[in-house]
């Protein structure tokens, strides 16, 4: 079974302060790894895929990375607005062809001014 | 691109009632999910369609629940006899065959 663990489960950082969410993922043949944010009352939004280890993408503060086993969420002198839930999920290979993203339990972030 | 949209937003209902939820997905994209989220978690899988075939459903999906995709456009899920651990946060997805998933603002249950 495919099991995603996010940690720390909240992290609260003063406006500039850096620092690294962690994903790590147990899946039988990784297809994707995605992360998202989520403001309250709303549904996810996407930031990024990775497909495989040693992959980074970027996006304005936040950095993603992938290894073998877990994926980080690097965020760069973060700002009051990048307050919210994160997300990671993975999508993994089967015979029927699955596409259903297994989600962690998320990241809140609190980024106080 | 108007994104993906749920309606209703918010629905209250009794205990034993049934419930219909629909999802309009982003119009190029052939495949359609529904998730469920609870407060605190993150939402679970529960069932996906490309076009209007369901090509699969989650362990999570009681035969109280039923979901269709007519004609590959907008779907519907709906749930029976709703109890109060059905309670929860119904999301939609779409994509554009196995690329990433968007998903819409959701549909929020409350069962009394």
Redesign the interface.
């Known amino acids: 079974e495919d099991q995603?663990t996010q940690s720390p489960e909240a992290l609260r950082l003063q406006e500039g302060e850096s620092s690294s969410l962690n994903c790590s993922y147990t899946v039988s043949g990784l297809?994707?790894l995605?992360w998202?944010r989520q403001d309250p009352?709303?549904?996810?939004?996407?930031l990024f895929?990775l497909y495989s280890a040693g992959e980074e993408k970027e996006k304005e503060r936040l950095k993603a990375t992938l290894t073998k086993k877990e994926s980080f969420l690097h965020i760069t002198a973060p700002k009051p607005e990048d307050s919210a839930t994160y997300?990671c999920?993975v999508?993994a290979y089967s015979g029927?062809?699955?596409?259903?993203?297994?989600?962690?339990?998320?990241t809140h972030l609190i980024i106080q001014p | 691109d108007t994104g993906?949209s749920q309606d209703p937003r918010h629905k209250i209902t009794k205990r034993g009632q049934n419930v219909t939820f629909r999802c309009d997905p982003i119009s190029e994209h052939n495949?359609l999910?529904w998730?469920r989220q609870t407060l605190?978690?993150?939402?679970?899988?529960?069932?996906?369609f490309q076009n209007e075939a369901q090509?699969?459903k989650?362990r999570l999906l009681s035969d109280r629940f039923s979901a269709e995709r007519p004609k590959g456009s907008f779907s519907t899920l709906e749930i029976q006899r709703t109890e109060q651990g059905d309670s929860a946060m119904y999301?939609c997805?779409s994509?554009l065959m196995?690329?990433?998933?968007?998903?819409?603002?959701?549909t929020?249950l409350t069962v009394t």
């Open positions: 995603v297809r994707g995605f998202y009352g709303k549904g996810p939004e996407f895929t997300l999920a999508q029927g062809g699955a596409d259903g993203l297994t989600f962690g339990k998320g | 993906v495949r999910y998730y605190g978690q993150g939402p679970e899988f529960l069932t996906y090509l699969e989650s999301l997805a994509s196995t690329y990433e998933q968007y998903f819409g603002p959701g929020r």
